[in-house]
């Protein structure tokens, strides 16, 4: 059985920046490992519709995941209040 591969198309009217392609990429890494998928960071792609530009990762940045799992428990706190 051959490698899968997961894609993201950014089809929006203007250029993806590279460091929220980049990001995006870590965090959809990230979750797949949390969900029981873990997959090699070269199995992701995101494809930039607009420019035709390729984005993928070698590794994830370890401040990218402790940010977002910062984000997560604010958000958890205060979503009862909202």
Do not use: C
Not at 62 to 67: E, L, R
């Amino acid at each position: 059985m051959g490698l899968s591969a997961f894609l993201m198309l950014h089809y929006r009217a203007q250029p993806l920046e590279p460091e929220l392609a980049r990001t995006t990429l870590e965090l959809v890494h990230w979750a797949l490992e949390g969900a029981g998928t873990p997959i090699g960071t070269k199995q992701l792609e995101y494809i930039d519709l607009f420019s035709s530009k390729l984005y993928s990762i070698t590794k994830r940045r370890t401040s990218t995941v402790k940010t977002a799992e910062q984000n997560l428990k604010t958000i958890q706190t205060l979503w009862p209040a909202l």
